[in-house]
């Protein structure tokens, strides 16, 4: 007799890939960059500059050493390195106290104590054209001797700041991960640094991370509690994720942590926009074309703006960030070598987090 029809065979477990959620994990996927200093594209600025190429070589060979634990690697920066970074550092520096009554305005409302120095921190927020927390971080970084626009931070004494304050920790990379591992990192409270800077001939705006990226743009916000939080938000929902959803966390962290603008006090006779995102928080061209601000000299006397990558953009859009935007922003593809042609604007970082959030909640539900 034939033998009785077998039973069909029971689903294949549902086989969650691993993730990494220590900060040791992360040393599986540290190394594992998609652009190395060594391996520049051919329209990046320093493609055809030799020494640039060596120097970024020697920086990234450090990052890719590394092991968690490990001392963070300490760079020696040339002076022509470092006069880069101060004159980015300043540019920023004016575009960050636009509307703040100098750049001491924080701290001299902190001095005041109580009501007075509410009222006076709120009057000298209104014209920011960055988010008032985030300029209020820089401030403190700088009033501890953490940043500075006069030398390269390292990255120990930031790591050791940032995680007095959040939990938060830095480390080394040598480029750009792949989406998968840098969000995988975020859920760790790990935010991958890398530590070579620009090339000088583009100093306005730079298409990939770079130190002044990472320290004047993604750390201090880092600092801040709810907006770290924002980005353990999209990491610890990028665990084990599908690859399109992973794909639509990149967008979602792009559109906001990297290009988020806040809604400013307009009918305060404030600014009208004010950054949070890290892209633009590093970029001076960027920064005051998204806040429609007239772009800032260089010290050259120069429009940064003709310098920016090609093409010069026409006047952004700028779109409400509300749940319903998010499936728009997830797909959407975005320009990583030019200004961004759309901005995301949401209502204080608060109201950032909570969008982020309940996306993240969808995402974890699929
Ligand atoms: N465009 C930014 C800058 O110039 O600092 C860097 C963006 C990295 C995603
Ligand atoms: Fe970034």
Known sequence: APAPAAAPPPPPPRRRRWYPTTPADLDTVAARTLQAGDDLSSDHPGFADAAYRSRR?????????????????VVAYAPAETATWTAVWAQLAALRAVGG???????????????????????AARGRVVAPEYAAAVEGAVAEGVLSGDAIPQLGGVDAWLHDRTGWRVRPVGGLLSPRDFLNGLGAKVFHATQYIRHPSVPGYTPEPDVIHELLGHVPLLSIPAFAGLNETIGIASRGARDDAIERLARLYWFTVEFGLLWG??????APYRAYGAGLLSSPGELARAVGLPAPPTAEGEDVREGASPPANPEPDRRPLTLEAVAEVVASSYPVTSFQRVYYVAQGLEGAADVVAAYARQVQAE
């Open 57 to 73: 070589a020697a920086i990234t060979a450090a990052a890719a050493r590394y092991r968690w634990g490990d001392p963070l690697p």
């Open 101 to 123: 009554g100098g750049s001491g305005g924080g701290a001299a409302a902190a001095a005041m104590g109580g009501a007075a120095a509410a009222a006076a921190a709120a009057a």
């Open 265 to 270: 006090d307009a009918a305060a006779g404030g």
